[in-house]
């Protein structure tokens, strides 16, 4: 999750309303919640604009990458299981296979995570449409590929 979080002020003129904001140029709002699960990997842009009382206008921006993890594997498949996205005994042996591909990484064995996480892979194409809702499945597969490209 990533909550949106800014404030503006200008001691001078004062602020003129309310600033704007962008998340790679939809507007969200302060304080908004953004499930990073909708978000896709990559490089993205958080902007915020404001006007002070004197007609200055003023723009900050950042930006932030979303990768993913074996451990945000592990939240996508928890998240999708408890909204009914993915069957209970599907998400039991994802997630069985995710705890070993975990495991073998803290052991320093990058082949035995990678062939945990290809198992891993092969199962959610085999469940896709089945155990497996298909968005869910491509964002599942997304993010494996991901954490693949980054071993």
Do not use: C, W
């Not at 909550?3 to 998340?23: E, H, M, Y």
């Not at 007609?55 to 945000?72: E, I, L, R």
């Not at 592990?74 to 599907?90: N, R």
């Amino acid at each position: 999750m990533l909550r949106i979080s800014f404030s503006v002020s200008d001691a001078t003129s004062g602020v003129a309303g309310n600033p704007t904001a962008t998340l790679d140029g939809a507007p969200v709002t302060n304080g908004q919640t953004i499930q990073l699960l909708t978000v896709p990997l990559g490089s993205h842009r958080l902007s915020v604009s404001a006007i002070d009382l004197a007609g200055n206008p003023a723009a900050q921006s950042v930006t932030f990458q979303v990768k993913a993890t074996v451990d945000s594997l592990v939240a996508a498949v928890k998240t999708f299981a408890a909204q009914g996205l993915i069957s209970s005994q599907t998400a039991h042996s994802l997630l069985s296979k995710l705890a070993d591909a975990k495991q073998a990484l803290d052991r320093g064995n990058l082949t035995a995570a990678r062939n945990n996480l290809g198992q891993f892979r092969s199962q959610v194409s085999a469940q896709t449409g089945k155990g497996i809702d298909p968005v869910s499945a491509a964002i599942l597969l997304a993010d494996t590929d991901d954490v693949l490209s980054g071993m």
